[in-house]
């Protein structure tokens, strides 16, 4: 019927009315049954002793029936959302109201009915009213479906996995009269399900079997039903495909959790998180609250990638406080305002000042008087600090002593420096700044009743300064994107799992250097590629790589430890704690020297204090001349 039938209209107002019209169907259904299995039975000729029989049984027949549809509640159809269940339901009534038939005809004496008959009858009944309801919602879905392969602008899929998810996903695609996607089948790696249907759709074959697929079909999808498939699957997927035009969706990992409800809404784009080698951690919730609950917490660098999402999962924990400090105003504000309206009974300060500035933190150290200090603040930027490794120096050395002297002269019960991998025999001066980071912080924890705990990890994906962002930008341009080396390879970690990494780590009171697991080393070449074929295009045609060679500073591959750290111990999953050597006897001495070097802008001076400071420091290129120390004024206070 066309939904504007007015006959249809007055059956959707009364369901009353649509389920006496089933019943009167239902009750026909079993007459002709009953009427075809005897005619079955008898080859057409109905002997006189049975018809009596027949005119007897047929009352009982329809009220047992009618009666059990009643009472299983099947008069009240719904046509567009029918399933298994409801035909399992359809198939017990009939059985019941069979076995309830025979029984009372003996009860009232009728005349029996030969058994062959009654078997038949169920049969035929049973099928019969199974096509009347299925019927229509079958037509509809292939209504639906013809109408999608037609129209303009229809997405050709293929689903991967013919499973549960596949099979809800796939329900959800077809009964949906809008939906963009025409499923041209399925693929799995099961072969038992090869070549059979699931909702009307062929399983096609092998998911080694896409490339072909795609191109015989010309899908222009490929949607993933497989809950929680592995990284390393999931690039192999990517990886069959890197010669078609496809792009990518996939069910969320938490379908698990979503009782066995899934939709085409859930669907998102392949991220570069899915591509991690390693599996997803989990936090304990309660764990981390009673870390964070009631405590009067201070942030650095909180407008920065990590520091934001440090004071984002903090404030989720009740805080007695919490104290935004970053020199980047704009950001401040916006992170402030989202967090004062999502948790409006939280005590949100947001300070702007520089860290280099060791009288105004003093004063804001006794202000807030923090109990537990996260310091986020530094430069990062590899390239730019080779250009200006003064400012790496200022900020990420000197500044750091600066927080930490804080820290401790507020009576802050534990310090959390976020350090790096690049803090590991370092090549730039930004990473030998954060080496250097943690030798202060291990300084001042030597005076001081403070905790202090550096934690070190290497690279998050989507953060300010990370490669996921620049390269998709490239992509959205057209290419090329630029990767440093074929070989280059570096760890990788989200940003919401490494903050609440560096949360327990931090607060745990585990040691003073802590080390975060991170999975296996990626290759920028292969996640470059990937995220190409994940936009839809094939990388080295739609989209070229162009390799630029190593910038001033950066190595082929980062290590999380030195040598003289590979007494680690692991003490929790994800956290592992080094011994690191203590800094050196005249590390003050030394420290001032490099301090000096970096106010007057002596670049040769301060790459010289660094390689005698660190000695696992291989700087890329020392200047020549060094400029004149003309400022005595001892940096190092």
Known sequence: ????????????????????LMLLLDAAITAGALFWAVVLRFDGQLPERWQGALERSLPLLLAVRLATLVWFRLHRWSFRSSGLTEAGRLILANAIATIVFEAARSFFFLDPLP???????????????????????????????????????????????????????????LSTSDSPWHVVGLVDDDPGKHGTFLNGKRVLGAIEALPELVTKH?????????????PDRIRSILGLCKHQSVSFKIIPASFAYLDQKITAA??????????????????????????????????????????????????????????????????????????????????????????????????LGKEHAPQYVFHAAA??????????????????????RNVAR??????????????????????????????????VIRDVAAKSRTAFTAVRFGNVLGSAGSVVPLFKQQIQRGGPVTVTHPDCTRYFMTIPEAVGLVVLAGLGGYGELCILDMGAPVRIAELAANLITMAGLVPGKDIPIVFT??????????????????????????????????????????????????????????????????????PGAIPLKSAAVSDQRSFAR
């Open 1 to 20: 019927m066309r939904s504007g039938d007015p006959v249809e209209g007055r059956l959707r107002r009364s369901p009353g009315l649509r389920s006496l």
């Open 406 to 439: 804080m820290a401790d002269a507020c009576g802050a019960e534990r310090f959390v420096l976020i350090s790096t991998d690049k803090a590991v025999h370092p090549s730039s001066v930004m990473g030998a700044s954060k080496r250097l980071a943690e030798m």
């Open 115 to 173: 058994r062959s008959v009654v078997t038949i009858e169920f049969f035929f009944t049973t099928a019969l009213m199974g096509v009347h309801r299925f019927a229509p919602r079958l037509a509809r879905l292939w209504y639906l479906d013809q109408q999608r392969s037609r129209a303009q602008g229809v997405k050709r899929t293929i689903v991967v996995g013919a499973g549960s998810a596949g099979d809800l996903l796939l329900r959800d695609l």
């Open 379 to 400: 430069h990062k930027h590899v390239p730019l600090m080779e250009d200006s490794p003064e400012e790496a120096i200022k900020n990420n050395v000197f500044g750091t």
């Open 218 to 230: 010309r899908v222009s999808h490929v949607l993933i039903a497989i809950p929680r498939l592995s």
């Open 549 to 618: 060679g190593l910038r001033p500073g950066e190595k082929l591959e980062e290590t999380l430890l030195s040598e003289e750290e590979e007494l680690t111990q692991q003490v929790r999953n994800r956290i592992k704690v080094a011994q690191s050597p203590a800094p050196p006897a005249d590390f003050h001495v030394q420290l001032e020297r490099l301090g000096l070097a970096a106010q007057v802008g002596d670049d040769f001076g301060v790459k010289r204090s660094l390689c005698e400071l660190i000695p696992t420091y291989t």
């Open 266 to 363: 859930m669907l998102h784009d392949l991220s570069p998180e899915d591509l991690l080698p390693r599996d997803a951690i989990s936090f304990d919730r309660e764990e981390v609250h009673r870390l964070i609950v009631g405590r009067r917490i201070l942030i650095t660098g909180a407008a920065g990638s990590i520091g934001s999402e440090i004071a984002r999962q903090v404030a989720g924990h009740a805080p007695a406080s919490l104290a935004l400090l970053d020199i980047n105003e704009n950001e401040l504000y916006f992170l402030v305002r989202h967090l004062q309206e999502r948790y409006p009974q939280l005590p949100v300060s947001s300070i702007v000042a520089d860290i280099r500035d060791v009288d105004r933190l003093m004063r």
